[in-house]
């Protein structure tokens, strides 16, 4: 599986910048997505999460309301769409697939997921 993350960019306070994360190389996409981040000097973070089916997604508690995550399986693609965002979002944001749990799983978990995409980086000035 290959993850090809993008729409990272510079962004004020208070904007919106909404990524994509496209998948290949595998027959079907039956597997879970997560988007995780990883700020300068601090360690990598579960961002949101989303099963196959795009039912029950993941967030976590410092996104929740401002960030929602879907999925278009017929495009093979998953999208991050942020809003309201903040100074500390400020990370590299990766793309990262679990093809191991099966089609109605999604992790939190960083050491769940068993393919990455090589991260976008998203600024956000004050």
């Known amino acids: 599986v290959q993850l090809q993350a993008s729409g990272g960019g510079l962004a004020q306070a208070g904007g919106s910048l909404t990524l994509s994360c496209t998948t290949s190389?595998?027959?079907?996409?039956?597997?879970?997505v997560g988007w995780l981040r990883q700020a300068p000097g601090k360690e990598r973070e579960f961002v949101a999460a989303i099963k196959w089916s795009g039912e029950d997604p993941l967030y976590a508690d410092s996104v929740k309301d401002r960030f929602t995550i879907s999925r278009d399986v017929a495009k093979n693609t998953v999208y991050l769409q942020m809003n309201s965002l903040k100074p500390e979002d400020t990370a590299v944001y990766y793309c990262a697939a679990d093809t191991l749990r099966g089609t109605y799983f999604a992790s939190s978990q960083a050491g769940d997921y068993n393919y990455w995409g090589q991260g976008t980086e998203v600024t956000v000035s004050s």
């Open positions: 190389g595998r027959g079907s996409s039956n597997y879970g």
